[in-house]
């Protein structure tokens, strides 16, 4: 068994690198990176060794061998370029643009990624087979009693560990792997992709069988000449299946084309490797498979004609075909209806979660991310000093992160409301004393930190309402000057803070603690007046470059930064909308066809109607109803449907819209106008033909 560790991180060579990851030498032995230049067994064997993808080499040395060149680690460091590997595929489970062995970071005293209870990496393992990850599971268990002291299980420490299979991580974790898909997405659009294949075959199946007149005289002369129903069977069946094939090819072709659109807009790398690597055989069964069964029943139609009823030229279509056309169109809108539902549900919830309160001030923040650059920590409140004077500069803090970035989770024992010392993981904000002012933070017990108490540099801490809740306190006063002790640091709870949103609103609002620690800061929260914001970025810009030179200029703003966590959600929104509009457009197209037919079919009644003195609206109102009521009922079964799949997906989101009557209600106006509209093109222009011509036709 192989094994080796991967921790991402970032490092200041002569830009900032956010997407490099340090790790063991081994990773070579388990991954097959292609090497451009370098050795895998020995490229990351040594301290202040590094390998860089293609991308990265041309970057730093251009078109020169890069091999041995030197890269200067925060300016001093020196760092051996030791290999060089192809650019990693963007649909890969990793992501990154370096690695750095990671004896470097063990060597500069970064972190001791050997320290029992360090989770900050993930560990590959190469295993034979299936029964040595068996094997190796049911030792996990024996293997953490062997590791966790009995000091540490008293205090509440208890850990786990899983092992998953690599091909099932990108799907299936829920334990922060480096990239991550969403199954339940997949499945999503996989049903409405099985949709609006159904909607189509729909199509195919009733204007075939609404045509079936038609060819009742071919079928006919078929059999007259000697035709067996088998044989006509398959020359139907050939038919349809020869229809889809050609769609088939002709989707081939378009998918290529617009493949980079759609991974644009799904935020997805999909490669052209579904044609290259054999799936393409599997998609031509498949459409030989729908060109089958929606052909099936027209074909049976048609060759079940009687040669008398035909050569009397009393055939026409039953009753029975009739109800099934109209069945299925009532399947189309009910897909369709659906669908608007889920679109409008959707749009609903991501201007739900955009619009409310998250109990912090968002606006025009600017971050400054120096990613807690000990140089940078060290003259923190000069350098606060010298930007708060930057004209366009309302106020500036410091702190460890921002919300809607991540943050620290601390082990910590708090006195609870029975006086016992409660033991759990809560989340931590390291702040200065200037943060939760500038955040627009509230507080709802005690008081906030302050230069005037100097113990709140070390003993002071603020929880949120969640934690004091949790804790057993009914009212958030009660929590105040409780005991609290972490990682070491002994002291009291001396406010609480009213709940804010430091994850996305899909998540419940966590138990938080904040303190003070100038030694966690890694970034500073600029507040700017709007109005000249290029012009106080370009000042910040100016002011820093001349007082720390050595550290890049890296900055975003909060609220985009924040809105980043709905991305995933955006594009799936607008997936689901594309989606929506593709399957009522085909829809609408069955139906144009079958309005059209059903027009032509009752030319002779239009004609005698208006020669009677039938209106233009009578008419088109006389065509519609029949349509119009199918939507309805399509509607009513839809309906419920849909609240059940919505429901469903909002229990993904702890904070979420309700879904009200007039959802349905726009929904089902929009279904019965997208109808009307299509079903009246045809009508109106029967209407508006001449009598004459239609009564001579007869």
Request: glycine letters at 6%.
């Amino acid at each position: 068994m192989i094994s080796t560790r991967i921790l991402p991180g970032f490092i200041v060579l002569k830009f900032q690198e956010n997407n490099i990851s340090f790790t063991d030498p081994a990773i070579f032995r388990i991954f097959t990176f292609p090497f451009i230049n370098g050795n895998p067994e020995t490229a990351l064997k040594d301290p202040f060794s590094i390998v860089i993808t293609e991308t990265m080499a041309k970057k730093y040395f251009g078109n020169t061998e890069a091999i041995g060149k030197i890269l200067r680690l925060n300016a001093k460091q020196p760092v051996t370029v030791t290999g060089v590997i192809k650019d990693v595929p963007l649909n890969s489970h990793f992501s990154f643009d370096m690695l750095m062995s990671a004896s470097t970071m063990e060597k500069m005293k970064l972190i001791d990624m050997n320290e029992w209870g360090n989770f900050s990496n993930f560990t590959y393992l190469l295993i034979p087979n299936a029964n040595a990850a068996a094997n190796l599971k049911s030792k996990l268990p024996g293997f953490l009693i062997k590791h966790i002291s009995e000091d540490k299980r008293k205090k509440g420490y208890n850990y786990e560990l899983f092992v998953e299979p690599l091909k099932d991580i990108y799907m299936d974790t829920y334990r922060g792997a480096p990239v991550n898909g969403n199954m339940s997405n997949v499945y999503t659009f996989s049903i409405i992709a099985i949709f609006i294949l159904l909607i189509a075959c729909i199509n195919f199946i009733n204007l075939t069988t609404a045509r079936a007149t038609e060819r009742a005289k071919e079928v006919g002369i078929r059999k007259v000449v000697g035709a067996l129903k088998n044989q006509l069977t398959v020359q139907f069946l050939g038919e349809s299946i020869i229809i889809c094939l050609i769609s088939f090819f002709v989707s081939v072709l378009l998918s290529m084309l617009l493949l980079p659109l759609f991974n644009q807009l799904a935020g997805k790398i999909i490669s052209h490797s579904i044609i290259e690597h054999g799936y393409i055989f599997i998609l031509f069964a498949i459409s030989v498979a729908i060109g089958f069964i929606a052909g099936v029943y027209p074909a049976l139609v048609l060759t079940n004609f009687s040669i008398t009823s035909i050569l009397k030229g009393k055939f026409s279509t039953s009753a029975k075909g009739i109800f099934l056309r109209k069945g299925l169109v009532v399947v189309q809108f009910t897909i369709s209806i659906v669908l608007i539902v889920g679109t409008i549900i959707v749009y609903n919830q991501l201007n739900f979660m955009r619009s409310q309160s998250l109990g912090f001030q968002k606006d025009q923040m600017l971050i400054v991310d120096f990613n807690g650059d000990s140089v940078v920590q060290s003259m923190s409140e000069t350098l606060k000093n010298e930007l708060k004077q930057i004209q366009g500069v309302v106020s500036v803090s410091g702190s460890g992160t921002t919300p809607g970035n991540g943050n620290s989770v601390a082990y910590s024992e708090v006195e609870s409301r029975s006086g016992s010392l409660l033991s759990m993981n809560m989340n931590l904000y390291d702040v200065d004393f200037d943060f939760m002012q500038q955040y627009g933070m509230k507080m709802v017990a005690g008081r906030s930190f302050s230069k005037e108490f100097a113990t709140d540099t070390t003993q002071a801490f603020v929880v949120n309402q969640t934690a004091a809740k949790n804790l057993g306190y009914a009212s958030p006063n009660d929590a105040i000057g409780k005991k609290f002790n972490q990682w070491g640091r002994k002291g009291q709870i001396i406010g609480v803070v009213q709940d804010f949103h430091f994850e996305s609103l899909q998540q419940n609002v966590k138990p938080l603690n904040l303190r003070i620690n100038p030694r966690n800061i890694n970034v500073f929260t600029l507040k700017i007046r709007g109005g000249e914001i290029p012009n106080t970025i370009a000042a910040v810009e100016s002011k820093w470059k001349t007082l720390v030179p050595q550290r890049p200029f890296n900055y975003y703003f909060l609220d985009q930064n924040f809105n980043k966590q709905y991305a995933t959600e955006d594009r799936f929104g607008k997936l689901f909308m594309y989606f929506a509009v593709l399957a009522i457009m085909i829809s609408c197209l069955g139906l144009l066809g079958l309005a059209s037919y059903s027009t032509l079919q009752r030319t002779r009644e239009i004609g005698i109607r208006k020669v009677l003195g039938a209106s233009v609206p009578g008419i088109v109102n006389m065509l519609s109803k029949e349509f119009m009521l199918l939507v309805l009922i399509a509607a009513v079964i839809a309906f419920p449907l849909a609240w059940f799949g919505m429901h469903s997906w909002l229990k993904d989101f702890a904070y979420k819209v309700n879904i009200g009557w007039w959802v349905f209600a726009v929904a089902g106006a929009l279904a019965m106008m997208i109808a009307i509209t299509t079903v009246s093109f045809q009508a109106v222009k029967a209407a508006l033909a001449n009598p004459v011509k239609s009564l001579r036709s007869e």
